[in-house]
T-cell receptor, first 113, second 111 residues
Framework: NAGVTQTPKFQVLKTGQSMTLQCAQDMNHEYMSWYRQDPGMGLRLIHYSVGAGITDQGEVPNGYNVSRSTTEDFPLRLLSAAPSQTSVYFC????????????FGPGTRLTVT | DAKTTQPPSMDCAEGRAANLPCNHSTISGNEYVYWYRQIHSQGPQYIIHGLKNNETNEMASLIITEDRKSSTLILPHATLRDTAVYYCIVKANQAGTALIFGKGTTLSVSS
């Protein structure tokens, strides 16, 4: 099992550019989520999905889109990058019925200039 | 979700037990106690959780007081690789809301 994988590890964008952060898991987990971590602020939930075809917003969804066409993949799209989106992004997944036992990916470090 | 209080930092000698406390005096009957840790620059790692009974797995033990107002995570033989920020989280077993990681306890294990 590779667990939860995220690509890229690092990314630098200019303001206004768009990009997709990739997340995949090979554990057949139904629940997947995206967090961002800023210094001194802990992790904040951006979007989550309880299964293929189902997504919902978390605490800080503005400026981000998600889709879940397969169980394995949960990409996060930045529509028009802004410096405020400079952060470390973590994807996580968990087994059905145990949403709080989450397996996290290694993170994507994004800088928007 | 109930609020948790943890000491900001703790030290432990390698090979000794690390006992990390957490207060959660406002915990509700349906809320579990979860422990995660985050090693520098890595994603958070789930450790263990419990409702009211003590729990043990290959990573750690979790002791919850009878009134459930506090708990202790025990790493029985700490190693240098256990140096990390440890988070105690109290939450009901339901999807759709974030895990609130707070500031946690920075555990420093030294040789």
């Amino acid at each position: 099992n590779a667990g939860v994988t995220q690509t890229p590890k690092f990314q630098v964008l200019k303001t206004g550019q768009s990009m997709t952060l990739q997340c995949a898991q090979d554990m057949n987990h139904e629940y997947m989520s995206w967090y961002r971590q800023d210094p001194g602020m802990g992790l904040r939930l951006i979007h989550y999905s309880v299964g293929a075809g189902i997504t919902d917003q978390g605490e800080v969804p503005n400026g981000y889109n998600v889709s879940r066409s397969t169980t394995e993949d949960f990409p996060l799209r930045l529509l028009s990058a802004a410096p405020s989106q400079t952060s470390v992004y973590f994807c996580a997944s968990s087994v059905p019925g145990r949403p709080n036992e989450q397996y996290f990916g290694p993170g994507t470090r994004l800088t928007v200039t | 979700d109930a609020k948790t209080t943890q000491p900001p930092s703790m030290d432990c000698a390698e090979g000794r037990a690390a006992n990390l406390p957490c207060n959660h005096s406002t915990i509700s009957g349906n809320e579990y106690v979860y422990w995660y840790r985050q090693i520098h620059s890595q994603g958070p790692q789930y450790i263990i959780h419990g409702l009211k009974n003590n729990e043990t797995n290959e990573m750690a033990s979790l002791i919850i007081t009878e009134d459930r107002k506090s708990s202790t995570l025990i790493l029985p033989h700490a190693t240098l690789r256990d140096t990390a920020v440890y988070y105690c989280i109290v939450k009901a077993n339901q999807a759709g809301t974030a895990l609130i990681f707070g500031k946690g306890t920075t555990l420093s294990v030294s040789s």
